[in-house]
């Protein structure tokens, strides 16, 4: 389903530095705006081109055919699940070594 809204800003993160990135500096202005006057449609910034919905939907999509042919194949009940973490298995490592390491060092 798609918006009719188009946003128009491309998003400061695409261009942000490491160190920006770290501290989310790249959001403040939005943050500021929202807190002095309010946020509109036209404040925000269009969504990255990973984070766009249809490719994420693709990669979704096709674990979740695989997961169908192998329960299939094995006449085993398919898991949405499983598709989901073999999908984003990646993201879901990171974030977990994140974490992880804030717990290391911040406990």
Same mark, same amino acid.
């Given at each position: 389903?798609? !918006?009719? @809204? @188009? ?5 400061p993160h695409?261009?942000a530095?490491?160190?920006? &990135?770290?501290?989310?500096?790249? /959001?403040? /202005?939005? #943050?500021?705006?929202? #807190? ?10 269009? %969504?990255?081109?990973?984070?766009? !919905? ?8 096709? %674990?979740?055919? =695989? =997961?169908?042919?192998? %329960?299939?194949? &094995?006449?085993? &009940?398919? /898991?949405? !699940?499983? %598709?989901? @973490?073999? !999908? #984003?298995? @990646? ?11 804030? #717990?290391?060092?911040?406990?």
């Amino acid at each position: 389903m798609d !918006s009719k @809204v @188009v946003l128009k800003q491309k998003n400061p993160h695409d261009k942000a530095n490491f160190v920006s &990135k770290i501290f989310l500096t790249w /959001s403040f /202005s939005l #943050f500021r705006r929202g #807190f002095k006057h309010g946020l509109t449609v036209d404040d925000l910034w269009r %969504a990255r081109d990973g984070d766009n !919905s249809g490719r994420l939907g693709d990669r979704l999509e096709q %674990a979740w055919q =695989e =997961e169908l042919d192998t %329960a299939k194949r &094995k006449g085993i &009940k398919p /898991s949405l !699940s499983k %598709a989901i @973490v073999r !999908s #984003f298995w @990646v993201e879901y490592l990171l974030c977990g070594l994140i974490v992880g390491l804030l #717990f290391i060092f911040l406990w």
